[in-house]
T-cell receptor, first 114, second 116 residues
Framework: QKEVEQDPGPLSVPEGAIVSLNCTYSNSAFQYFMWYRQYSRKGPELLMYTYSSGNKEDGRFTAQVDKSSKYISLFIRDSQPSDSATYLCAMSATTTDSWGKLQFGAGTQVVVTP | DVKVTQSSRYLVKRTGEKVFLECVQDMDHENMFWYRQDPGLGLRLIYFSYDVKMKEKGDIPEGYSVSREKKERFSLILESASTNQTSMYLC???????????????FGDGTRLSIL
């Protein structure tokens, strides 16, 4: 079983809708949680970065972490066609042997239709 | 802005060839990483380096080696390419790690490698 599970999609939504993405994980040592966006034929770019539990908001993006359920979410409000991309969750622990190592989900493909 | 540059966007090589993938970062980052990305599997860590001439194995190091002679450059080497190494290869970098801390990684645009 993978340490990080993410539904690959594709997830198709109409422009203006809320996009809801999530990942589950099994390693309770994970403390750092990230969301990356990857456009076709490009590298991943960092969208959101949170430590431990709670919510973080940045413009149209909201990241939530629920450590008790081992579940993280990303919400995109007022979605635009330019949000069409693959969204990757990533996480890491604070143990010495995990310094700098990220565990990624497989990525969810999102398509926002005009 | 951090710039991570991978020398080739697309590369086609033959089985058995020795293949070099190059990565350069311009932000004086201590740590550099090589991943491969395959559909349904996400990104998997091959090797990483936390200093010049230092390297650590990631989750899937078999069939690969790395070289870091200068701080800004990290090379991935396929010693004898095989068809199952056809993949997207991504390089990333991050500043110095501190205990009980972490930094998000900055990625290049990837090299799509095909082994025939």
């Amino acid at each position: 079983q993978k340490e990080v599970e993410q539904d690959p999609g594709p997830l198709s939504v109409p422009e203006g809708a809320i996009v809801s993405l999530n990942c589950t994980y099994s390693n309770s040592a994970f403390q750092y949680f990230m969301w990356y966006r990857q456009y076709s034929r490009k590298g991943p770019e960092l969208l959101m970065y949170t430590y431990s539990s709670g919510n973080k908001e940045d413009g149209r993006f909201t990241a939530q972490v629920d450590k008790s359920s081992k579940y993280i979410s990303l919400f995109i409000r007022d979605s635009q066609p330019s949000d069409s991309a693959t969204y990757l969750c990533a996480m890491s622990a604070t143990t010495t042997d995990s310094w700098g190592k990220l565990q990624f989900g497989a990525g969810t493909q999102v398509v926002v239709t005009p | 802005d951090v710039k991570v540059t991978q020398s080739s966007r697309y590369l086609v090589k033959r089985t058995g060839e020795k293949v070099f993938l190059e990565c350069v970062q311009d932000m004086d980052h201590e740590n550099m990483f090589w991943y491969r990305q395959d559909p349904g599997l996400g990104l998997r860590l091959i090797y990483f380096s936390y200093d010049v001439k230092m390297k650590e194995k990631g989750d899937i190091p078999e069939g690969y080696s790395v070289s870091r002679e200068k701080k800004e450059r990290f090379s991935l080497i396929l010693e004898s390419a095989s068809t199952n190494q056809t993949s997207m290869y991504l390089c990333a970098s991050t500043p110095e790690l501190q205990q009980y801390s972490n930094q998000p990684q900055h990625f290049g645009d990837g090299t799509r490698l095909s082994i025939l």
